[in-house]
């Protein structure tokens, strides 16, 4: 897929698609960057969440109609039929109405959208007050559709309702982030300014709102229960990774890599610290003053700097790097909860890609032996290159493919992928860094076991207890497999328990990802290149796992 192709008419279904679903969500339209973005927020209600599956029934009609023209057309239609087919079987099955939990709803994502709005001139501020004053709108029909779950006795878990209206009540608050949004404003005139503070107290009530309608009206109702049950599970499970794969099987799978990795970081311990003490050799490492950064700007610096290099270090080798993408920005977030996360470049290009840390309170030492890692997960060769190759391909892939279409086990499989292959190819400097890339595999191989465990009701293995999973065994299992700090690792939790076969997606990914690469190895022989293989991997944007296996190995 490396020449310039003429648009097909399925092409134009996905065009269509997208520019229509931007149009009911223009939240995501800001986040994605597109030009000329509906005003306000979007309808959150029971009614915009109908129109929304509407949308997606309408298009699957037409892709059914419309005949492929090449094997772009080929993934395009399997894409959009695997991804709107399971939009409107959540949509259906309820999963849309009572969205809420700790990372991923509507509570985090009406207040990221601030993070992403262009704010260098006036007239963006002005936009920006315009934003402000519509969350009151977005929030109501938010809170309608959370009523409407619930009546129909769809209500999330106390500690995901518990946690939401914390973070709410924090939004709300006159040191919150609404009001020093606003306040951040310079340069702007008095009009403006006004409107901001305006549209900033509105925005803070309407969170205000929000966490009363949790505490009052949903707690009462809210199950103790964190699982959602293997029903359930299993429609998120395939949403996440656009793959169907064996629950059971995975959970098994799971329970040995955990053991596998350990194994792994026992054997690095012994080159650290000539013990394979694993703790022993991170608190060698942590002690080293060669690996740590202070300062939370510093770190920043440190960031940057490790992402330039590895930029150069890997364009013209083991990836085709686009010029356009070369840049990534590293920022520390506005927010506080120690997560780490990517958003991608604007439509055109001209917002880059960004990696943020929303460092937690107190935290003013970093290691960086831990952190490499992550700068190759969220930046190159992981997201940052991934989202980038995509969004350069304008002279190949429709408008949805290159932005409309994200999925999980792809996105952050591939992404843990290039955390193993930046290890393969050299990056990782020393076996401090290859300890804390494993440490994080670690993790990620243990919210496996949790998650599947937990939401299916699998038995905990002897690690953990035994018997049936509880919170309290899946926090000493975590605590037992894991080197964060104890206030990330419980958001992590928190996160699992809410958003079900998300977390699982990064490590069930990444092996779907491994074994699609070994076998166009074995099919290829000694003709296979990495360089090739990455480059038609990537070209074919996110898509899920199923299709991409059937374009790559068909």
Sequence with gaps: MS??????????????????????QPALALSLGAPDAAPGLGDRSPAGLEALADLSRATLREVAATPVADDVDRVTAAALTERLSLEVALHEAGETLGDLNVIASPVQ??????????TGTAGDWADAAARLAAVPDAVAGYCASLREAASRGRVAARRQVVECAAEADQHAAADGFFHAFAASATDVPDTVRADLAAGAAAAAGAYG???????????????????????????????????????????????AEVERVRAEMAAVAREVCGSPDVAAAEAVLDADPACLVHGAAAFRDWMQERS??????????????????????CRIAPTTSGGIYYTGPSEDLTRPGRMWWAVPPGQTTFSTWREATTVHHEGVPGHHLQMGVTAARRDVLNRWRRSGCWVSGHG?????????????????????????????????????????????GFTAPAAAGGGAWTYGAAWEYLRANCGVHDDVLRFELSRYLGWPGQAPSYKVGERLWSQLREGVREREGA????????????????????????????
């Design 3 to 24: 020449s310039a192709r003429r648009p097909t008419a399925l092409d134009a279904v996905a065009e269509r698609h997208l520019e229509r679903q931007l149009r009911l």
């Design 109 to 118: 994502d009406l207040r990221m959208v601030f993070d992403l709005l262009p």
């Design 209 to 255: 709102d929000l966490a009363r309608v949790l505490r009052e009206e949903l707690l009462p109702l809210a199950p103790e229960a964190d699982a959602v049950g293997a029903d359930r599970y299993r429609l998120w499970s395939q949403w996440f990774l656009g793959a169907r794969v064996d629950l059971a099987d995975t959970y098994a799978w799971g329970l």
């Design 308 to 329: 330039d290099a590895t930029v150069a270090a890997l364009a013209g080798t083991a990836f085709d790097v686009p010029g356009e993408v070369r840049v990534l920005e």
């Design 412 to 456: 952050e499989g591939w992404a843990l992928y290039a955390e193993r292959l930046a290890g393969e190819l050299g990056l990782l400097r020393g076996p401090g860094e290859v300890l804390g890339m494993l440490d994080a595999q670690l993790l990620r191989a243990a919210r496996v076991v949790v998650d599947l465990g937990v939401h299916c």
């Design 527 to 554: 003709a296979f290149d990495l360089r090739a293989f990455h480059r038609r991997a990537l070209d074919l944007g996110s898509v899920g796992l199923d299709v991409l296996r059937t374009a790559l190995l068909p």
